[in-house]
């Protein structure tokens, strides 16, 4: 059905993220398929890491971490951005074609008032790209 | 080289396949490779952790004191100045004149330590370290780089005073010097100004304009710049105006100290933008009203507000490469084609070989023009130069910390010729091309159409005196416009990560936040009156802005030999 599965992770809000972890390595089981964790590291130091080269090495140890707690094939593909936040959707589109994956898991908020200005992450990416987007709230 | 880690073995046959797709991809910057040895600073301090952090409709990351004393702050001086507009305006451009008026020599003396700090660093061996270590690469191509360097360091101000300036230091040294009852001099010409001798009078006043427009001003954006991504970059601490100030308060700047520089600086960025905002808004609206016959009433500067802050939220909301990058580049597209057609359309071999006369006018005339002490020319002085320096510094803890969110990769020296260098010459250039026109109308063709304009339709007048005015006044105003544009978007970022503890992560409805509030202030004070107390509120700023960059020349200089050569 799918070939690999990239999930975008935020590192620096990890709690909020148990769904999406639990539902993208089911899936990653049900067909036997890789898991990419896509990160976006600030090019100014932040609460994860001070340089996009030591946010790399988080990145991939989550990465081994959540292979080895759900026994199943993982990597990382770590980004950096001068606004990782502004930035977010147009580098998620372009990092989900650089991969070639054709299943998205990700988080969203909950729709509300301020969508009309500021879409979803999750709405956008699933708007935009060719993969299927699998968007857990 | 691959920018996919395996994380779990048996992945290898994934990985070349990987790397071809990632190589193809121009938009994603994949993460920098080990970027070599730098001196990270060790601190106890942890990035956010004086942040507050929630998520109820809307979720939203700041730092606590810095975020609640500077809207606190802002709302209390705006009731303040609306309430009590008879006292607060004489209070606040009082205390600007009695800045500039007593403190002109230190004010020119400042601005001479920066420009000598930053030569020095091109030409010594610490222009060799890398912002980011040896081994980063730069985050933003040249051309995207220098024109987001470009936009947010003069930008709006080259529209207005382009032509106004240069004019205005001519008429004054033609005009020559007179001698009030007291024995002061009541001439506003530079130095000894050129009574009756227009070449001369040429001379002096592009070497006047270039020198408000040239090193000076660029010396103090590249101080705030530099150390700032140094501290950020090449010592790991957050992009914030306190990390520059580690060397001289350790941890402390994680406090009061810190708290104070940061709040200054939202202080600052807020009102330099409001104001500019508001009084920007009556220049355009005066332009627009002279092409189109709009009017300038207040609906008309109420709608223009709402209209530049609402493309400015669209602008904010697609991010810095979406958004800032590409106004920037835009900006600077139309601004070089207005520049062309006016060396074109202008007197062409006039402007080209006053580029050169104009740069040697310059260098002839900076000594004097810079000197601190013994001023004869108070006016000139005092009114011009110590004003401009004032506004300058109070603006560089936005144009700066752009400068630096955006400078990651480059050499300090590379650094330096770019935010010093290339944009004197540019102004130079800019000038001798709208100034010089406009010098040659009145001085070879009589025409005084341009000398008798308001401000804000001078270079107006002076477009209707070449071909294709049409077209040519309406790319001024479109300009004019996204100019403005750009600014409140990059002082929505500025602000916002000021606010944030230096965090670039926050929640982007805060710079819809922060560029609303801008926004807000410029029609509040619109309407009830107060723009001019806030503009020399914002320009008082300056003061304390100097002894803060002072104090960053040190900390640079520390910083560099600090690193590893």
Avoid at chain 2, 91 to 103: E, K
Avoid at chain 2, 263 to 284: C, D, E, H, P, R
Avoid at chain 2, 306 to 313: N, W
Avoid at chain 2, 480 to 507: C, H, R, W, Y
Wanted: hydrophobic share 50%; glycine share 10%; proline share 5%.
């Amino acid at each position: 059905m799918f070939s690999r599965i990239v999930v975008p992770v935020d590192l620096a809000h990890l709690n909020r993220l148990d769904k999406v972890l639990s539902v993208s390595a089911d899936l990653a089981g049900l067909y036997d398929v890789p898991i990419i964790y896509v990160g976006v590291a600030s090019t100014v130091p932040d609460e994860v890491s001070r340089t996009p080269e030591e946010y790399a090495g988080k990145l991939e140890a989550f990465a081994a971490a959540q292979a080895r707690a759900h026994g199943i094939e993982a990597m990382s593909h770590p980004l950096a951005s001068a606004d990782p936040q502004g930035d977010l959707n147009r580098i998620l589109r372009t990092a989900i074609d650089t991969l070639g994956a054709d299943l998205v898991v990700m988080a969203s908020h909950a729709p509300n008032w301020l969508d009309w200005l500021l879409a979803s992450h999750g709405g956008s990416v699933a708007e935009h790209s060719h993969a299927s987007v699998f968007v857990v709230r | 080289m691959s920018d996919t880690r395996t994380g779990a073995s048996g992945q290898d046959s994934e990985k070349p396949e990987l790397e071809v797709a990632a190589e193809e991809s121009p938009d994603v910057e994949p993460i920098p490779e080990p970027e070599g040895p730098t001196e990270v600073i060790e601190t106890d301090y942890e990035i956010g952790q004086d942040n507050v952090e929630r998520s109820w409709t809307l979720s939203f990351d700041i730092h606590q004191v810095v975020f609640t004393w500077s809207a606190l702050a802002i709302m209390a001086f705006i009731v303040l100045t609306l309430a009590l507009q008879t006292e607060i305006e004489p209070f606040f451009t009082g205390l600007r004149n009695w800045l500039t008026g007593n403190l002109d020599w230190f004010f020119l003396l400042s601005g001479n330590i920066f420009v000598i700090v930053c030569l020095v660093l091109i030409v010594t061996p610490l222009g060799r370290i890398r912002l980011g270590g040896p081994e980063a690469t730069p985050d933003y191509g040249y051309i995207g780089w220098f024109s987001m360097l470009f936009a947010a360091g003069m930008g709006i101000g080259l529209m207005f005073f382009g032509v106004s300036e240069p004019l205005s230091h001519y008429s004054s040294a033609f005009g020559g010097i007179s001698v009030g009852e007291d024995g002061a001099r009541t001439d506003w010409a530079p130095l000894g100004g050129a009574e009756g001798n227009v070449a001369e009078a040429t001379r002096l006043g592009m070497a006047a304009t270039i020198f408000h427009w040239g090193l000076h001003p660029w010396a103090i954006y590249a101080v705030v710049a530099l150390a700032l991504a140094l501290f950020s970059y090449n010592k790991g601490l957050p992009l914030t105006l306190r990390s520059a100030f580690y060397p001289i308060f350790g941890d402390r700047v994680w406090g009061w100290p810190g708290h104070i520089i940061d709040i200054l600086a939202v202080f600052a960025t807020i009102f330099g933008l409001a104001t500019s905002l508001g009084i920007g808004a009556q220049q355009a609206a005066a332009g627009l009203d002279y092409l189109f016959g709009l009017g300038t009433g207040e609906a008309t500067l109420v709608f223009l507000i709402i209209f530049i802050t609402a493309i400015a939220l669209v602008s904010i909301v697609r991010g810095l490469d979406g958004g800032v990058k590409v106004l920037s580049e835009i900006n600077i597209a139309l601004a070089a084609a207005l520049l062309l057609f006016i060396i074109l359309a202008g007197p062409t071999v006039e402007i080209v070989t006053g580029f050169f006369a104009n740069l040697g006018a310059y260098g002839q005339y900076l000594p004097a023009l810079s000197m601190p002490f013994g001023r004869e020319d108070a006016n000139f002085a005092q009114g011009w130069t110590a004003f401009y320096w004032a506004w300058w510094i109070s603006w560089s803890p936005f144009v700066g910390m752009f400068i630096a969110r955006v400078s990651r990769g480059r050499t300090v020296r590379e650094f330096l010729i770019a935010v010093l260098i290339v944009p004197t010459l540019l102004s130079v250039l800019w000038m001798t091309a709208l100034g010089g026109t406009a010098i040659s109308q009145v001085v070879n063709y009589g025409v005084t159409a341009v000398q008798d304009a308001a401000l804000e339709l001078k270079l107006f007048e002076m477009l209707a005196g070449l071909p294709l005015t049409a077209i040519t006044s309406f790319v001024g105003i479109v300009l004019v416009l996204v100019f403005f544009i750009t600014s409140s978007d990059s002082g929505s970022l500025v602000i916002d990560t000021i606010a944030a503890g230096g965090k670039i992560n926050a929640p982007v409805v805060q710079r819809v936040f922060w560029a609303i509030v801008e926004g807000l202030v410029a029609i509040a004070l619109l309407l009830g009156g107060g723009l001019i107390a806030l503009q020399a509120m914002a320009v008082s700023t300056g003061l304390p802005f100097t002894l803060v960059l002072l104090a960053a020349c040190y900390a640079i200089i520390r910083g560099l030999m600090n690193e590893p050569r």
